[in-house]
């Protein structure tokens, strides 16, 4: 159940996407999320899916991961689609059943909405599945540096989120440990009217909240007498490399959105 | 193993300002340089209370703790910890970061110590506690004791003079512990460091070069286990344990077997069974 | 109540990239009354058996007879609320499941999820404390504000509060000091004795396999390599050794002995008096002990 969870995100590779700089990669899916909203025509979209195409190849990833990712907001798509379908009453009618009319042009742009929905998943599906959760953290920590001018706790932040991945798979374990002592003691979690149900998350919660906050307690401590002091004189073991497949997807992604901003309609 | 490293001078401590018990009443002892110093008692005694003031996790109320000529006091805390490794009893608790190599160099990090000299270190401490095969690991694909031994490298990283282990193996199952205490048995004959060992392992305590038993944050003996040991019942009866080969020595001797001595190690029983054997 | 395992597999994510086979196989009886110590290494099994004695888990293979109950694999199980009223569990650090206001609402609590009112397992609560070493004073202490060995004991009244037909050990003395170590041993003893409880200990201490168990299991890498007395088991040290398990002081003694003698000694004793006798025996005839 544990490995499931976790490793359902990151899969190991080394290809060019999965080596890149975390900076590289975020900046490009920041981009991205704006261009999106430029193609507006049949040729615009088609440049935008082929440049996420080829990055989809790129990462040698089998289809269904992506798929994965999409499956849980597929409802959202669908849903979006059919909105604007239903919504939309401009072009020629296509289609008449009492009430019920589709257009021509609803039917374009609930395609064109749900497939800039697609698009946007998928990148950010492969961000997740190449860049290791502690990699995205610090890439966000060296991007967000310019604004701990601004008194954001930068480092704090990143270390707070680093902290919490690591013992994501912890709790997780403990929380099994928990469930399980306590079904031996009668506890029924997964039967019964549903009052019942909500009463018997409280010998889960009480002892997995204890163990998370004495788990906090100690580590402190242990970080404490490791001589922890805040970010002040601190140096870094991670290091992000800036390379040339970085310059050259910054780049890509700027001619990219060029050429959008041209073609748009 | 002359000279004096830390000095604790009647230290007494209240986790709580209005109780009446201390934790810690008027508390003496030196540590020598390069020992193996084991520091039992049951729970409850005031030893990982001891442990915690040698590096001003917490400051005594009473008395006074020096490391390396260093008093301990609000100012001098971080120039302490730099010299004092600690390795606590959940390995889970103190493992910081995301992988084997982030949570060495943590304790390097704090102390702003450069990236390449990082890298050198995190090779050489790995290398000493047999993890420099396990560098991109996350902590939850490693063995308990692997985690300690990780604990261990982070410390040793710092290269402090002393380390000090709060029940380091309490929680490992015997193989765990077995490659913990093996580990820091190869530290003290390098010559690295001082170990400063907080257990209620006799077996493990009994291999120390010298021992101190707490009992109800007082001081209860200090000597080498041979010493301490012939407190027998004593111990037992502060909820201690006796090592096995003690005990059969005890038992031998009151059968009338004419024993020159307890042993605190099975192989020196045995030769002396052989002599008396031989004599017949 | 009688256990019947019979080859019992157990495969953890069944039918996804993750599966592991953690158990292989396995046949074990436990008859009634029976004091069974399970060994292994960590990872051998011994923690996915134990969860399966009362249908924590289910198995993908074999079945488990307990009682007049019979848990197979692929078939639906209902009311596994029944099971577990007989098979109490005490795992490793109980004492991370507590989680009432007070400690005799926290012993109440495995009772009254199995049926009994407020009243009825108030009277359990009294009859269990003794038999952990508790005062009745600490019945309405949180439980949080007493000491790890407390809270544990109260952890173990809550599991016996239930009044489990056969009782299920996971390193119930993990973490506590020799002292703490050996009342928490003496008292599940006692309950075995005087109770006739059946009790399956699942241990990294081969000095209590040694001591109290009628019969061992030993597990390794999910099959179980040996299964008999103490001093059946213990007669095979050389297996024993080769399973990277550690043996008990006496018999490393012994060995030892042995070695230094050039002796060979079939009946190795198993505890420290036995040994004395052992020795003494030895330094007076020159004779090889023979019981």
Request: glycine content about 8%; hydrophobic content about 45%; overall charge neutral.
């Amino acid at each position: 159940m544990i490995d499931n969870i976790i490793i359902g995100k990151y899969v190991p590779g080394s290809t060019v996407i999965h080596r890149m700089d975390p900076r590289a990669k975020l900046l490009t899916i920041f981009l991205y999320v704006f261009i999106v909203f430029f193609a507006n025509n049949g040729i615009t979209y088609f440049l935008l899916g082929l440049f996420t195409f080829i990055i989809i190849l790129l990462t040698k990833l089998p289809f269904s991961f992506l798929w994965n990712g999409l499956k849980p907001v597929i409802w959202i798509v669908g849903f979006t689609f059919l909105l604007h379908i239903l919504v939309t009453k401009e072009g020629d009618m296509l289609f008449r059943f009492g009430f019920f009319s589709i257009y021509e042009e609803g039917l374009r742009q609930g395609f064109f909405i749900s497939l800039r929905f697609i698009f946007l998943i998928f990148m950010t599906t492969t961000l997740t599945l190449t860049t290791t959760p502690i990699e995205i953290t610090d890439g966000m920590e060296s991007l967000l540096k310019p604004f701990k001018k601004f008194k954001l706790p930068v480092h704090e932040l990143a270390l707070m989120m680093s902290i919490s991945l690591r013992f994501i798979p912890t709790l997780l374990e403990e929380t099994e440990k928990i469930l399980k002592a306590q079904m031996a003691r009668g506890v029924d979690f997964t039967s019964g009217p549903v009052k019942e149900r909500i009463k018997a998350i409280v010998p889960l919660l009480v002892p997995l909240f204890i163990s998370a906050f004495k788990r906090a307690e100690e580590l402190a401590t242990a970080m404490e007498a490791r001589g922890y002091r805040g970010s002040e004189g601190r140096t870094k073991i991670r290091q992000l490399k800036w390379g040339a497949i970085d310059s050259i997807m910054m780049a890509s992604i700027l001619l990219l959105s060029i050429i959008l901003l041209l073609l748009r309609a | 193993m002359e000279r004096s490293i830390i000095q604790v001078q009647h230290v007494t401590y209240r986790y709580n300002k209005e109780s009446e018990k201390p934790a810690l009443t008027d508390v003496s002892f030196d540590v020598y340089e390069g020992e193996w110093l084991a520091i039992v008692g049951h729970n409850g005694s005031g030893k990982s209370t001891l442990a915690r003031m040698l590096n001003g996790l917490l400051l005594p109320d009473e008395g006074t703790v020096t490391v390396s000529g260093i008093t301990l006091s609000e100012k001098t805390i971080w120039d302490i910890r730099k010299r004092i490794g600690m390795v606590f009893q959940n390995p889970d608790n103190q493992f910081v970061g995301a992988t084997v190599r982030d949570d060495v160099a943590f304790g390097m990090e704090n102390i702003g110590i450069p990236r390449e000299e990082m890298v050198k270190r995190i090779e050489w401490a790995t290398k000493i506690v047999k993890m420099n095969e396990f560098l991109e690991r996350e902590p939850h694909h490693l063995s308990g004791g692997q985690k300690q031994r990780v604990a261990i490298a982070g410390v040793l990283a710092v290269q402090p003079s002393i380390i000090v282990l709060d029940e380091a193996t309490s929680m490992l199952d015997p193989i765990g512990r077995r490659e913990v205490i093996e580990t820091i048995w190869s530290l003290k004959e390098k010559g690295l460091v001082t170990v400063i060992s907080i257990t209620h392992d006799l077996e493990e305590a009994a291999k120390a070069d010298r021992m101190i038993v707490m009992n109800g944050g007082k001081k209860f003996a200090e000597g080498t286990p041979k010493e301490v040991f012939r407190l027998e019942e004593e111990l037992v009866s502060i909820g201690l344990d006796l090592p096995f080969s003690y005990k059969l020595s005890k038992r031998l001797l009151e059968k009338g077997v004419p024993l020159a001595t307890r042993h605190l190690n099975v192989e020196s029983l045995v030769d002396e069974l052989w002599t008396l054997k031989s004599d017949n | 109540m009688d256990i019947k395992i019979r080859q019992l597999e157990h495969r953890y994510q069944m039918n996804t990239p993750f599966e592991r086979l953690a158990l292989c196989d396995i046949n074990i009886d436990i008859h009634e009354g029976t004091y069974l110590a399970v060994i292994g290494h960590t990872g051998s099994g011994k923690s996915t058996i134990l969860q399966h004695l009362n249908g924590l888990l289910l198995p993908t293979k074999g079945s488990i007879q307990l009682g007049d109950r019979l848990i197979k694999a692929g078939e639906k199980q209902k009311n596994l609320k029944s099971v577990r009223k007989k098979v109490g569990i005490v795992f490793q650090f109980p004492e991370h499941q507590l989680f009432e206001e007070t400690v005799e609402k926290d012993i109440a609590f495995g009772p009254m999820n199995f049926g009994a009112s407020f009243e009825e397992a108030k009277k359990k609560v009294k009859e269990v404390l003794p038999l952990v070493g508790l005062g009745e004073e600490i019945l309405h202490q949180s439980p949080f504000e007493l000491s790890g060995g407390q809270m544990r004991r109260v952890a173990i009244a809550g599991v016996l509060a239930m009044e489990p037909e056969v009782l299920v050990l996971d390193e119930p003395t993990a973490g506590l000091d020799p002292k703490g170590r050996n009342e928490i041993m003496e008292l599940f003893y006692r309950l075995h004795k005087e109770k006739k409880l059946t009790t399956i200990l699942v241990t990294h201490s081969m000095e209590d396999a040694a001591k109290y168990a009628d019969e061992i299991a030993v597990l390794h890498q999910g099959e179980l390599k040996m299964k008999g007395s103490p001093k059946e088991i213990f007669r095979l040290t050389r297996e024993l050794e080769q399973l990277g398990l550690d043996l008990p002081e006496s018999i490393k003694f012994v060995m030892k002995l042995e070695e230094k003698f050039s002796l060979t000694v079939e009946d190795k004793p198993l505890t420290l008096e036995e040994t004395a006798d052992f020795i003494e025996a030895l330094l007076k005839e020159g004779v090889v002990y023979d019981r």
